[in-house]
């Protein structure tokens, strides 16, 4: 079958919230991640100190959201590049507080290798997340939403969604690099030493 049309097949499944097993490769793929968990360890500390860092690190689920163009798109998209991913909405006051902080960790880190993907999971409203951004001055981050919340599901599925903002850093090969349940001072020293060494700098 074409890889297009396995893709597209992928897209459709994770947009309903149904996810393919990842396999033995994309498992062992992960093993590569063991040595970057244990350069981060020992630097969940201080403002990020709630960040737990997998001692075996696995594949998280091929998540579906819309993209920056409003198009459908799927985690797998951003392989190659760290990501820190933060499920958001206007409703969440402490989401709210974070953005600034998520606005100047894109400034600090982002390129080709790094990007902070705050996805708003707004129901209603859907002007409403444009408007905070633009309200408060975060001008770095890219626009990722979910109006139907499907990612917050995806992710409860693994237990990674207990609550909200739900923040997770992602490797450049879609395994899972820490997360936290609940916010922090992503601009602060503290953060940034963290995720220098998931980025290996």
Do not use: H
């Amino acid at each position: 079958m074409p890889k297009s049309l396995i893709a597209a097949a992928a897209l459709g499944l994770a947009l309903y919230g149904i996810s393919i097993a990842p396999g033995n490769a994309q498992a062992e793929s992960c093993a590569a991640a063991k040595s970057t968990v244990a350069r981060m360890k020992p630097l969940a500390t201080g403002e990020v100190a709630g960040v737990m860092v997998p001692a075996d690190p696995k594949p998280l689920p091929d998540l579906a959201f819309t993209g920056p163009d409003g198009k459908p798109m799927l985690l797998s998209a951003l392989r190659g590049k760290t990501v820190l991913l933060n499920l958001w909405a206007t409703w969440c006051a402490p989401c709210r507080k974070e953005m600034p902080a998520l606005d100047k960790l894109q400034a600090e880190l982002g390129g080709a290798d790094f990007e902070v993907v705050a996805v708003t999971i707004d129901q209603r409203n859907l002007d409403r997340p444009r408007a905070f951004l633009q309200e408060i001055g975060v001008t770095r981050l890219a626009y990722y939403s979910d109006p139907s919340a499907k990612i917050f599901q995806q992710l409860r599925a693994v237990d990674r969604a207990l609550g909200m903002p739900t923040t997770l850093i992602i490797d450049p090969k879609g395994c899972e690099l820490g997360y936290l349940a609940g916010p922090a001072e992503w601009a602060s020293e503290d953060a940034l030493k963290l995720l220098r060494a998931a980025l290996g700098r």
